[in-house]
């Protein structure tokens, strides 16, 4: 199968590509490089550096594809505040001009890469896809949401046939962080292995719904798989609610390692809570995670030398 993905060089593009070449899929990745990287990929892709707003090079890489991922996207949520309409550009126009370009080529396929953080501020979990009304709280929950409006309404529209997924906090080996940017789970690790200090924003109560990048990628590929879904939205996380203070115990217990720690009351954090509601996701996709978080932040430990090096 000739299968096209963009933001292909990022954390989950870069492992979605990858297993698809192992597979034996001609795999084409587009990405412009502003944050992923071409190390991540494997040497048998193809890899153009590019803007998912050029419709040249989109009508040019499109020809014959059997099968679109749509991951390219802005995505730190303190920036789009910032730059919502970065935001807007890249992450909502992006989408509509590969719809375009998919159209124009005759390509019917489409799995989209959206965020458990449309859901925003609720107050029953777990979260489910129709019970649940979208509540973004930031410019890029707003742009993944707008994006899920337009896939589904174009979908219907031009006959394509598209699954959007909802991924909720996704960890794993070469996840990208930051000073700016500082996912929990490699940062928890990489602080307590260097007996740095660990920031809590709040209490640590808060909790998440870490899902492991490979189950991830399980999700994504199952998702192109689904025969001739119509509008079709789908949670993909592992379904435990867990808090903060118990992932900063799971690190500690991992690297032997207790760092300093500081709560910080003052910064916003997101919602309180948030837990994925799978029952969908086993319904239409067979999906079920597989790594637990104990397991799958060991795997990333072991496997991440970033995370492990005193003076990374």
């Not at 419709?55 to 505040?81: M, T």
């Not at 997924?165 to 996704?170: E, Q, S, V």
């Not at 940017?181 to 490699?186: E, K, L, Q, S, Y």
Request: with cysteine; aromatic share 8%.
């Amino acid at each position: 199968m000739k299968i096209f993905i963009s933001g292909a060089a990022g954390f989950i593009g870069s492992a979605l590509a990858n297993r698809l070449v192992e597979e034996g899929h001609q795999v084409i990745a587009l990405d412009d490089f502003s944050a992923g990287s071409q190390n991540r990929l494997h040497p048998d892709l193809e890899v153009v550096q590019g803007s998912i707003n050029d419709r040249e090079i989109l009508w040019k890489l499109l020809q014959g594809v059997d099968c679109v991922y749509h991951l390219a996207a802005k995505v730190i949520v303190p920036d789009s505040i910032l730059y919502p309409s970065e935001y807007n550009h890249v992450n909502v126009s992006g989408t509509v001009t590969l719809m375009e370009a998919m159209r124009d080529v005759g390509i019917r396929r489409m799995v989209f890469a959206s965020s458990g953080a449309i859901y925003g501020i609720q107050s029953e979990q777990p979260l489910r896809e129709k019970l649940n009304s979208p509540r973004p709280a930031s410019p890029y929950a707003v742009s993944k949401l707008a994006s899920e409006y337009y896939i589904n309404t174009i979908g219907r529209l031009w006959g394509l046939e598209a699954v959007c997924l909802r991924i909720f906090n996704a960890y794993g080996p070469n996840q990208g962080f930051s000073f700016t940017h500082a996912p929990v789970i490699p940062t928890f690790l990489k602080q307590c292995a260097s007996h740095g200090t660990v920031i809590i924003h709040g209490d640590g109560h808060k909790t998440r719904d870490f899902v492991y990048i490979d189950d991830v990628v399980s999700a994504l590929i199952l998702a192109s798989q689904v025969p001739n879904p119509q509008e079709l939205v789908i949670n993909i996380g592992s379904g435990i609610e867990t808090m903060v203070s118990q992932v900063l115990d799971q690190a500690i217990e991992i690297t032997g390692i207790e760092p300093e720690i500081v709560y910080n009351q003052r910064r916003v954090g997101g919602p309180d809570r948030m837990c994925a509601d799978l029952t969908l996701a086993a319904a239409v996709l067979g999906y079920q995670p597989r790594v637990m978080l104990a397991e799958g932040m060991r795997l990333t430990y072991e496997m991440d030398q970033r995370l492990r090096a005193q003076n990374a």
